[in-house]
T-cell receptor, first 113, second 114 residues
Framework: DTGVSQDPRHKITKRGQNVTFRCDPI?????LYWYRQTLGQGPEFLTY????????KSRLLSDRFSAERPKGSFSTLEIQRTEQGDSAMYLC???????????FGSGTRLTVV | DQQVKQNSPSLSVQEGRISILNCDYT??????FLWYKKYPAEGPTFLIS?????DKNEDGRFTVFLNKSAKHLSLHIVPSQPGDSAVYFC?????????????FGQGTELSVKP
C-alpha cells in the first residue's frame, strides 16, 4: 500500500474557474477526511466520510465546495467559482473508525490567480 | 475562535538537548490529544497521542504530558536530533467524536542544530 494519494499535487487556476481534486485513501480505511491548510496555520477540518456517507461538514465548507465519495473508496473535492481566498493546501487523510490517528496525503496546493 | 493554541511559532534547540513544545486548549470537552509532525512538501505524520484519562504517554524519545486542570499539553523530545527538525502540530478531539474531526493548533517549527 502506498499510503494516501492526492492528485494533482499543484493546481493553478484563474479566479472563477472550477477545480476538482482527487484523493485515494489507504484501502482498508473506511474513513476519509478533507482539511485545508493556509500559511502559518494548522489544518482546518472541512468534512469527512465513513464509507460513502458524509458524516460531518464544517461551516468553512460553503456552497461552492462539494465533496463526494461515491463508492466508499476514492473521494473528490470540487470548488466552484474559485476565489483568491481559496488558495491553500488541501489535505486528504484516511483512517479507521474508532481510531484517532489519521494518515495524511501530501496535499494539493491550490493557487487562484 | 482558536480552541487549540500553540503560542510559539518557532523553537531552536541544540542537538542532544531536550525540545519542549507546548500547546494550550480552551475546550474542556476535548478528551483525546495528538501530536503530528510535518516536513516540507509532505502531509502531517502522526507522532504520539494521549487520552484525557492519562497524564503522560511515552514512546521512545517522545513523551507527551497532559495537565487537564491547566488545559495544557507538552511534547518532550529527548535527545533532539537534526532529523526532528519539522513543524509540530498538536490536535484535539472532542467527546464522542472518536475517529472524527480533529482541531489543530497553528504549529511550532522546531529547528535542531548539529
Amino acid at each position: 500500500d502506498t499510503g494516501v494519494s492526492q492528485d494533482p499535487r499543484h493546481k493553478i487556476t484563474k479566479r472563477g474557474q472550477n477545480v476538482t481534486f482527487r484523493c485515494d485513501p489507504i484501502s482498508e480505511h473506511n474513513r476519509l477526511y478533507w482539511y485545508r491548510q493556509t500559511l502559518g496555520q494548522g489544518p482546518e477540518f472541512l468534512t469527512y466520510f465513513q464509507n460513502e456517507a458524509q458524516l460531518e461538514k464544517s461551516r468553512l465548507l460553503s456552497d461552492r465546495f462539494s465533496a463526494e465519495r461515491p463508492k466508499g473508496s476514492f473521494s473528490t473535492l470540487e470548488i466552484q467559482r474559485t476565489e483568491q481566498g481559496d488558495s491553500a493546501m488541501y489535505l486528504c487523510a484516511s483512517g479507521k473508525e474508532a481510531s484517532y490517528g489519521y494518515t495524511f496525503g501530501s496535499g494539493t496546493r491550490l493557487t487562484v490567480v | 475562535d482558536q480552541q487549540v493554541k500553540q503560542n510559539s511559532p518557532s523553537l531552536s534547540v541544540q542537538e542532544g538537548r531536550i525540545s519542549i513544545l507546548n500547546c494550550d486548549y480552551t475546550n474542556s470537552m476535548f478528551d483525546y490529544f495528538l501530536w503530528y509532525k510535518k516536513y516540507p512538501a509532505e502531509g502531517p505524520t502522526f507522532l504520539i497521542s494521549i487520552s484525557s484519562i492519562k497524564d503522560k504517554n511515552e514512546d521512545g524519545r517522545f513523551t507527551v504530558f497532559l495537565n487537564k486542570s491547566a488545559k495544557h499539553l507538552s511534547l518532550h523530545i529527548v535527545p533532539s536530533q537534526p532529523g526532528d527538525s519539522a513543524v509540530y502540530f498538536c490536535a484535539a478531539s472532542g467527546v464522542n467524536n472518536q475517529g472524527g474531526k480533529l482541531i489543530f493548533g497553528q504549529g511550532t517549527e522546531l529547528s535542531v542544530k548539529p
